[in-house]
């Protein structure tokens, strides 16, 4: 009797699947916001341009070729050559010295306003959207008074009340950035105060100041970024401008808006004196856009998964 064949096999055990993760969900929350970041190359170059600005502000008594306050009244109003890269102005002082000098006060004037800004209008503006009622009608009312306020006006106010200088100035664009922060805080706010989390938390019975902190905030930290960003170029532009009338910087410090007036003084004798100033301004306010845009899409997506 022949012997039949074993038909039967042991089954193998199959191996374990390895759960598939989307690409570059490993690391910390910080490092994949870094990755998609370095992707976005405006953003990076912006971020290089402003990390170099950041360092000619630190160390510029240590790089200008000349003293940005000395005077030569035989050498006014040069123009562009190996001796002076961006010429000289009315007094006879070296352009892109006092270009470098005044870098330090273009970057901090804008940060102050915005400071000023945030601190003002984004507990306000969180507040009134989660609570809504009698509050945020009043605060709301505020705002778009403020909106309605022209900034020359303000800042012509507050100088005269405080005293002419660049921190009494920029207070004053800091608060007519409030109502901004406010505005977006609060849609934000109220677009996330009917999410499920938050339903969860006061179920457990989270105080609401802590559902505010914990669970609003970090959600709406990407338009918060975005919006400082703006506020940051808008700063720099507004900055400019009220040097360039008189209002902002006072002689003998220098910053862009005040080389750029100074320039354009004398535009008539040397007519692309003012290219430099102006074109180092429009950079400036450039580069905050192009890095709130990539710091936008690269960190939004990460903070609406954290919770």
């Known amino acids: 009797m022949s012997s039949q064949p074993d038909l039967t096999t042991t ?14 969900s490993t690391g910390s929350p910080l490092r994949r916001f870094w990755r ?6 405006l953003a990076m170059i912006s971020l290089a341009f402003l990390m170099l600005l950041v360092l000619v502000a630190i160390f510029a008594d240590l790089i200008v070729p000349y003293d940005p306050y000395a005077q030569d009244l035989l050498a006014r109003n040069l123009p562009a ?5 961006m010429g000289t102005d009315d007094l006879g002082r070296d352009i892109f010295s006092r270009m470098i000098d005044g870098t330090g006060i273009t970057l901090l004037a804008p940060v102050i306003a915005v400071a000023v800004g945030l601190v003002l209008g984004v507990p306000l503006g969180l ?12 605060t709301s009312r505020v705002a778009d008074a403020l909106f309605a306020l022209p900034g020359i006006i303000l800042a012509m106010a ?18 007519l950035f409030a109502p901004r922060f406010f505005r977006v805080m609060r849609g934000e706010a109220m677009a996330v105060r009917t999410a499920m989390f938050v339903d969860a938390a006061k179920t457990i ?9 914990s669970h609003i905030l970090p959600n709406v930290a990407p338009s918060l970024i975005v919006q400082c ?12 401008a009220l040097s360039f009338f008189g209002i902002g910087v006072q002689p003998p410090d220098a910053s862009w808006g005040v080389v750029l007036r100074r320039t354009f003084d004398a535009i008539n004798d040397v007519p ?22 990539g710091m936008r899409d690269s960190l939004g997506k990460e903070i609406r998964n954290a919770k």
């Not at 050559?81 to 890269?85: A, K, N, R, S």
């Not at 019975?205 to 902190?213: N, V």
């Open 11 to 24: 089954a193998e055990p199959e191996p374990e699947a390895t759960p598939a993760g989307p690409v570059g």
């Open 36 to 41: 998609r970041l370095v992707r976005q190359k």
């Open 81 to 85: 050559h190996d001796g002076h890269l």
């Open 127 to 138: 507040i009134a959207g989660y609570f809504g009622g009698w509050f945020d009608w009043l």
């Open 158 to 175: 507050v100088v005269a009340i405080r005293g002419q200088s660049t921190v009494n100035v920029m207070i004053a664009v800091g608060i």
């Open 205 to 213: 019975g989270t105080s609401p100041l802590r559902i505010i902190r």
């Open 229 to 240: 960003t703006i506020l940051l170029g808008y700063g720099v532009l507004v900055e400019a």
């Open 272 to 293: 692309f004196q003012s290219l430099g100033p102006g074109l180092a301004i429009t950079l400036l306010i450039l580069a905050t856009q192009f890095l709130g845009d």
